[in-house]
């Protein structure tokens, strides 16, 4: 059973810090790029981060480059994202997502607010 669980997600002021985390199973983390989205209230879901299986490689949307910084850890099978900096609308409910089997697979998300 193919299982992505996010947590880390708060309330935090804004220029503050999180750090979210995605714990993978039920398939071969290792080969598969994974994601980070976001989907604010009334908006399309965004892509927000990548990573390459390796990790060499990573890709930023616009609006969090220099920000946010993705990682993961393939012992553990767990993808990260790092944020700084964050924003009022940075505000969403943050979504890791990879393909596995053919099929885009989701987390249940975890809620970051920026708020003072």
């Known amino acids: 059973q193919v299982q992505l669980v996010e947590s880390g997600g708060g309330l935090v002021q804004p220029g503050g810090s999180l750090r979210l985390s995605c714990v993978c199973s039920?398939?071969?983390?290792?080969?598969?790029?994974m994601n980070w989205y976001r989907q604010a209230p009334g908006k399309e879901r965004e892509l927000v981060a990548s990573i390459t299986t390796t990790g060499i490689a990573t890709n930023y949307a616009d609006s969090v480059k220099g920000r946010f910084f993705i990682s993961r850890d393939n012992a553990k099978a767990t993808v990260y994202l790092q944020m700084n900096s964050l924003e009022p609308p940075d505000t969403a409910v943050y979504y890791c997502?990879?393909?596995?089997?053919?099929?885009?697979?989701w987390g249940q998300g975890t809620q970051v607010t920026v708020s003072s």
């Open positions: 039920g398939f071969d983390f290792s080969y598969k790029v």
């Open positions: 997502n990879t393909r596995a089997y053919g099929v885009f697979r």
